[in-house]
């Protein structure tokens, strides 16, 4: 059994897999240096990232496979389900065999693995577009704490970089020590970029920010009526696990 | 009076207004805070499971008109509350930047005259788009008898208008809302539809005209107020895409409010039939249905138990069973049990190999319902005989309404 090691970064993975493409012996798994378990039969390869092979891989799957296929395999290396390297392997085998026409598949278990934890992804990506909350800290940044779980916020950046233009904001993935800094001064064109933070961040709050707070609590309460209680309902839109950092759920 | 206790009476005085959609506009942001999400996105969920994604508000709720099925009528003795334009600009502003919120859903009751609050509306959103570059969504209630100038001022600035005609029958309107008639209602909406329609051929011309309007107009019937069936409300609705291009009706199930000897007494708001209604209104805009199929005279409200399209196909059941590899894209959407995606999944599906009742399954199809509809290469699983009769029981006992029913003893 033969376990590629990566460093976990999307290049690590696509260098990962143009080795796979070219080793006499496929891999049995690809597994990030953290998530790996030898064991008594495990042989290990550790991968090099090497931007121009990843770069080879990324450009071949947009031309012979499709752009689709490409997000769709970004996606489900997001969504760092377990095995999920494995499968995106076995996907781009296949793709490269079948060309545009792979993601028709939808009943082969490969695709059906791909687009199902692409479909996870994509969902959450949605779903915190909306659930998410800034506070106004004292050194005027909004400030937003998430804990998804799949790594998004390489999707939410770009959202929310477009909606709020005139503000800096920094949203902090609590689960993985990661953040996406969006700051006016700036002198990029993309003004946001992707930061390692540390978990303990220390916040304080701007004068106004409780008031604002206390206004929300309030028309969140009032806009329900009463008999039409659903509380079901409310929960499977908006899973608990989200309201930890929900204010109108505090 | 604080603006806490504003935003309580004026929002608690808005909720019965259902419309909670963002979807529709593709409003960039120009330099300032804010655009619109063509999908639409929803923020949050109130105790009551409905989304929460625009800060739905009445501007005010003082009011000259007496509806009687309104919490907000004269007569009521309630508290009453004004906001002030810079007021709403700033709670949307401030919502808005900590990601409470879509956008903004303004309404209002009738304060002094219809040309008066039009001009109190139009100043909001004046204010957040002009003033405080706001390019989030806005949802604005167009007052009838409001001068159509101010209404047409008002839609080169936000992305959806509704009038909400409330009762769908005028013989309801005459009891209920008496200063009101079906003409005062149907007059705006003519007149932004005409508006709408203009500006999507003049935008073809010239791709920097100014939009009107650009997410379409809503409307919103109460049900079970009046005692109109649901073929009549389901006729009324469909008239409303076909003749107004409206983009959605809303429905909502009637909750009593006052109290008066004109309105009906329920116990509880009848969300059944309201959900029944949202299943054929999806069915009248997705799926190529028209009001007559799914109702008619002798058959004039849907049946509790099946869902309106489960209840077509049982009354047609000449037109099935449909093989899954080769019926048309129109005749997959009728079957029970299949919806959008998993139709256009079939189709392109089925270019690269047949289907069975497995690939079904993993597709996303709810067998238990289309089972008895569909055959896979020929072969029908639904079971030994073909006829309505023993589907209604099948499909019935699936169905969980029957759960809670008691079961006759002897028939």
């Not at chain 1, 799949?150 to 709020?164: D, T, V, Y």
């Not at chain 2, 960039?28 to 105790?47: L, Q």
Request: charged share 25%; aromatic share 12%; proline share 4%.
């Amino acid at each position: 059994m033969i376990y590629f090691l990566y460093d976990g970064s999307f290049d690590g993975l696509l260098t990962a897999i143009y080795e796979a493409f070219y080793s006499p012996i496929p891999p049995t798994q690809i597994v990030t240096h953290d998530n790996f378990i030898p064991n008594l039969f495990s042989e290990e390869r550790h991968i090099t990232t090497d931007l121009e092979k990843s770069e080879k891989v990324y450009k071949a799957i947009k031309e012979k496979i499709s752009s689709t296929a490409l997000k769709n395999i970004y996606h489900a290396y997001l969504s760092e389900l377990t095995q999920i390297e494995i499968w995106i392997y076995q996907y781009l085998k296949l793709g490269f065999k079948l060309g545009v026409r792979i993601d028709n598949r939808v009943s082969d278990e490969i695709v059906m693995k791909i687009h199902h934890a692409e479909r996870k992804v994509s969902f959450e990506n949605h779903r915190l577009k909306g659930l998410l909350r800034f506070q106004l800290l004292k050194n005027q940044v909004y400030y937003a704490p998430i804990e998804p779980d799949h790594n998004i916020l390489s999707l939410l950046a770009p959202h929310f970089a477009r909606r709020m233009a005139d503000q800096n904001w920094l949203i902090h993935d609590l689960k993985r020590g990661l953040a996406a800094v969006y700051s006016l001064e700036s002198s990029n064109t993309q003004k946001w970029s992707l930061f390692s933070l540390d978990k303990s961040l220390q916040i304080q709050f701007a004068e106004d920010e409780e008031l604002f707070q206390d206004l929300w609590k309030t028309f969140f309460k009032t806009v329900s009526i009463e008999e039409r209680t659903n509380l079901k309902l409310q929960k499977q839109h908006m899973p608990v696990r989200y309201w930890k950092y929900m204010v109108e759920k505090n | 009076m604080d603006l806490k206790q504003k935003l309580d009476i004026l929002a608690d005085a808005a909720k019965y207004d259902v419309s909670c959609s963002s979807s529709g506009s593709t409003r960039s942001n120009r330099g300032g805070v804010g655009n619109a999400a063509v999908s639409g996105i929803c923020h949050s969920w109130s105790d009551d499971g409905r989304c929460v994604s625009l800060l739905k508000i009445l501007f005010t709720n003082y009011c000259i008109y007496d509806c009687v099925y309104c919490i907000n009528r004269a007569s009521n003795d309630v508290q009453r509350a004004t906001f002030t334009p810079e007021e709403v600009a700033k709670l949307t502003i401030s919502f808005y930047r900590r990601n409470y919120i879509e956008g903004l859903f303004l309404s209002s009751a009738i304060i002094k005259n219809p040309d008066y609050t039009m001009e109190k509306l139009l100043q909001t959103v004046h204010l957040l788009r002009n003033v405080h570059n706001f390019n989030g969504y806005i949802h604005l209630k167009a007052i009838p008898g409001a001068d159509p100038r101010l209404i047409y001022r008002t839609g080169l600035l936000v992305d959806r208008m509704s009038v909400n005609i409330e009762l769908p029958s005028s013989e309801g309107l005459k009891k209920l809302a008496p200063q009101k008639d079906k003409q005062s209602i149907l007059k705006p909406m003519g007149f932004i539809r005409t508006h709408i329609q203009g500006n999507q051929e003049e935008r073809k011309m010239f791709r920097q005209a100014p939009t009107f309007v650009p997410a379409g107009q809503s409307t919103q019937l109460i049900v079970g107020a009046t005692p109109e069936p649901d073929f009549q409300v389901l006729r009324l609705t469909e008239s409303l895409y076909n003749n107004f291009s409206l983009k959605r009706v809303y429905y909502s199930a009637y909750v009593p409010v006052n109290t008066s000897s004109l309105l009906p007494v329920v116990a509880q708001p009848p969300l059944l039939r309201e959900h029944r209604l949202y299943q054929a209104d999806w069915l009248l805009r997705f799926y190529g249905f028209s009001a007559n199929e799914l109702l008619n005279e002798r058959h004039p409200n849907f049946d509790l138990d099946f869902d309106p399209k489960e209840d077509w196909a049982l009354r047609n059941l000449y037109h099935f069973p449909v093989e899954i590899n080769k019926a048309d894209y129109e005749m997959l959407l009728r079957v029970p049990g299949l919806g959008i995606k998993s139709a256009l999944k079939i189709i392109s599906a089925r270019r690269e190999t047949a289907l069975d009742f497995d690939d079904l399954k993993k597709i996303g199809v709810i067998l238990k319902r289309a089972i008895y509809f569909i055959t896979c290469k020929g072969k029908y699983y639904g079971g030994l005989v073909f006829n309505e009769e023993f589907m209604r029981q099948r499909l019935g006992q699936s169905n969980r309404q029957l759960k809670w029913q008691q079961l006759p003893l002897f028939d």
